[in-house]
């Protein structure tokens, strides 16, 4: 039996008619050595547009009419693409997320993969079909279409090579392969021939959109090979798998930035056991994530907690923090949109110090301010106002030698 091959193509990839036909010629081409299922994003900015349009009728839009709504520009991509195929002469089929057997739980708009059950992708590859899988999206225990959050076309392409036990996850996009930091904004960025999960989950989890940072959780655990390269061209791009090791010592391999988060601050706490708990746990009761997180030191007995949460989120974080507030007999909730979190990221960071301080300081000379500070083994996180960002990412990227 043929090795099986999952390809997944991004909203650019299929944005018109020329690419669709595009994208079936590549698809066709794979066809002729593998058994290939397909995994497509909405054409372009369609999920951008729907949100928008649905935010123009209901600013706050029912979390499963909005699944609803959503799930239907992944659709489209499928069926159009499945047309293409067809009238090359190939065989293919298109599913939906729920039809290829992806379940999910019921977080409406950012749901969990819980499990696979590929039955029907099987069998049509066992008629010899091209199996192309609506990404984005899985069916909830109530029955109900969700989708999996931003970018999650990535998430079923991943899971579902790791179920089908892929040889090789193809995700093609408009550049070609990983760069040391976002190409669209530093030209001189350099394309990675190979980075580690570690690293590119801390990349993608500090805003690097090239890919979600949850597929990269799965393609871990499941040991799925990943190829990041360009739908347009034939070179190739990035792998993504076990860690490499290095020739040379690289400390950096990458820099990113995300100006999707917001900070918000608590003021004047009481500073009493179970205060952080009651805070987060309210947040996370409604399914809000919270990224950096600092506490000042108490005086008087006082304090203020600060973080940071998605942009999308800050309404939401703002009235259940507002509540606490006066429960609390806390001062005033603060928040902050104008800000923008950088990142280094390097595995070589495990075993050189030193480099926190000389990202700072590199920050300072450029007098760009630092709000806030997270750090993980192979990654520095600092959050500065959002006018500093294009700046602080070309010095940075500069000053670690990855230019
Ligand atoms: P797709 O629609 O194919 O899923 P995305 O727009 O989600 O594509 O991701 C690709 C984009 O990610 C690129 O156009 C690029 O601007 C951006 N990007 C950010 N950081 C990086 C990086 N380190 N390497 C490559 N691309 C990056
Ligand atoms: N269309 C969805 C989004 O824009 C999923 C994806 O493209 O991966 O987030
Ligand atoms: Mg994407």
């Known amino acids: 039996m043929l090795d099986l091959v999952v390809m997944k193509f991004g909203g650019s990839s299929v944005a018109n008619t020329e690419k669709i036909i595009n994208v079936a010629t590549r698809v066709t081409d794979k066809s002729k050595k593998y058994r290939v299922v397909v995994v497509v994003s909405a054409p372009g900015d369609m999920t951008d547009d729907l949100i928008d349009k649905a935010k123009s009728i209901n600013e706050s839009p029912d979390p499963r009419e909005m699944d609803m709504l959503l799930a239907t520009g992944e659709m489209q991509s499928i069926a159009l693409l ?207 994530n919270v990224d950096m997180i600092i506490q000042s030191a108490a005086r008087e007995k006082y304090n203020d907690i600060s973080f940071t949460v998605s942009k999308n989120d800050l309404k939401n974080a703002t009235s259940i923090l507002k509540q606490i507030s006066r429960t609390l007999n806390a001062g005033p909730v603060i928040y902050d949109e104008n800000v923008a979190k950088i990142s280094i990221v390097g595995i070589g960071m495990r075993s050189h110090s030193g480099v926190a301080a000389k990202m700072f300081k590199i920050l300072a000379n450029e007098g760009i301010n630092i709000q806030m500070i997270s750090t993980s083994e192979i990654k520095i996180s600092c959050i500065i106002s959002n006018k500093d960002t294009n700046r602080a990412v070309r010095i940075l990227h500069k000053q670690f030698g990855l230019g």
């Open 82 to 288: 499945s047309m293409a195929i067809k009238s090359k002469g190939f065989n293919a089929i298109s599913l939906t997320g729920p039809q290829a057997g992806i379940y999910a739980d019921s977080v409406h708009t950012k749901a969990k993969i819980k499990k696979i059950r590929p039955k029907k992708i099987v069998t049509e590859l066992q008629k010899g079909k091209i199996v192309i899988v609506a990404g984005f999206q899985g069916l909830n225990p109530n029955d109900d279409i969700a989708t999996l959050g931003r970018g999650g076309s990535d998430l079923t392409a991943v899971a579902l090579a790791a179920a089908l036990k892929a040889k090789e996850c193809e995700i093609y996009t408009d550049v070609n392969g990983v760069y040391t930091t976002d190409p669209r904004l530093i030209p001189e960025a350099k394309r990675l021939d190979k980075i580690s999960y570690d690293e590119m989950l801390e990349l993608a989890g500090v805003g690097s959109q090239v890919m979600m940072s949850r597929s990269i959780e799965v393609a871990k655990k499941y040991n799925v090979d990943i190829h990041v390269r360009s739908t347009f061209s034939d070179a190739n791009g990035t792998i993504i798998t076990k860690e490499v090791p290095k020739m040379e010592d690289v400390v950096v391999s990458g820099v990113a930035y995300d100006k999707n988060e917001a900070k918000l601050s608590v003021t004047d706490i009481p500073d009493k056991p179970g205060i952080a708990a009651k805070i987060f746990g309210a947040l996370s009761k409604k399914n809000i």
